[in-house]
């Protein structure tokens, strides 16, 4: 059978792009390598604990924000989703002080200037900010002019106080905190929805996950699962078919790649399209750091549940860049919110970012085997981030029963990302042009989605979904639901 379109890749966007398309009566199928989709916003299951891997709170999903309106529209709003703490979604330990991030972008300049009184103006010029990027399409030329200003400059050109800029970026973890490349744009955007309403799902990340597929089948799309695409055959300078591991051949008139682009042009052997440059463009791009995540089991009824997120460091600077010279030196520390009545948890993950290089000496081993160098490792950050997250939580260490530890080599076999890697392609404000990627490509029928375009996080790569996908449904319905 002949499809319209054929999408490389079960992520949150590959998912989306299935969805918005299905419902629009193409025929659709999604190509999924795992045994279940989702990709980042995995949940997996041990011992009757449900872990999540990427899918820990959600920014813009109170009502007149824009994940809002999309999600409405697209019926995921019907989903349990819980407010978190609206005085402090966020908190953020450095050194011996802790700061709370509110909600609201007023809550959050009366809440932030208690502490800072002499910054209360810049503070309010910040929100100011925040507001008008969080508004702007993607498309908008105000968004390259934010790509080519750095965020540390921004920051220290605007607060006078040090120690507020370290604030501000204190709940960043969920970002490539890079001094010396991060863009003002992907600095505010992953900051500003959050503020302007966080969010977390009563139960796995998976809820999301089987939602859409389930509106994807419901539509008459497929997501076939267990279907690695292991090429793509050009003809006459278009893509004609998608080979599978399974001996499934795919042909359809229209491709979409979810899978990370270094991967993606991997995929096409031969080629009279794409030239030598842009091969060669795709494989050195840079990537950004890997996250360690060590989910701790507790004891019964021993921790209640925190209706926000932890954020502990053991310097005042966050800026510094992650190393392999040091010990763990921050972790943010979240939790699910329990789907029953209970008001207790029964674990919490514990991530930590760590350079990609940290894992290089073991990049040609796979699951099952791992020395024992490397074991030793993931019990040496588990115990350091255990540690260090007993600056916000006392006494945690001796709730726990059990511990189970991800690292970038999980995320590079289970999610198909180079290296491992958190947040995709490394956006740099000094290369604007050549870090960010449109999701068209040299080859017509081909497309892009996914977090290694423009925006990561679950707000960032919807947005970028419905950017690919106005490349082949009604421009206007696309850019109405872009603006809402």
Known sequence: MKYDVVIIGGGLGGLLCARLLSSAGRRVVVLERQRQAGGCMQSFTRHGHHYDTGLHYVGGLTEGQRLHAIFSHLGLMRLPWLRMDEDAFDRITIGNRQFAFAQGYERFVDTLSAQFPDEREALRTYVELLRHLDALPLAHPDVQKYMEINAYDYLTTLFHDPLLVNVLAGSSLKMELRRDTLPLFTFAHGNSSFIGGSWRLQGPGNMLVDAVVDDIIHAGGQVVCGAEVTSLEEREGQIAAAYCSTGEVYEADTFISDVHPTNTFALIEESKVLSKIFRRRMSVMENTHGI????????????????????????????????????????????????????????LDLLTPVPLSLFDKWADTRVGRRPSKYEKLKHDIATESIALAQRAMPMLADHLTQIYVTTPLTWRDYNHTPQG????????SHNPLLTMLSPRTPISNLLLTGQSLLLHGVEGVTMTALLTCQYLMDSDYIQSLMKE
């Open 292 to 347: 360690v995540t060590t989910s701790v089991v507790l004891r019964p009824d021993s921790v209640p549940y925190f209706n926000c997120n932890h954020f502990v460091y053991a310097t005042d600077n966050v800026w510094e860049p992650v190393d392999t010279t040091t010990p763990v030196d921050r972790v943010m520390v979240s939790c699910q919110a329990p789907a029953s009545s209970t008001d207790h948890i029964d674990h």
């Open 421 to 428: 890697s958190a947040y995709g392609v490394r956006k740099d």
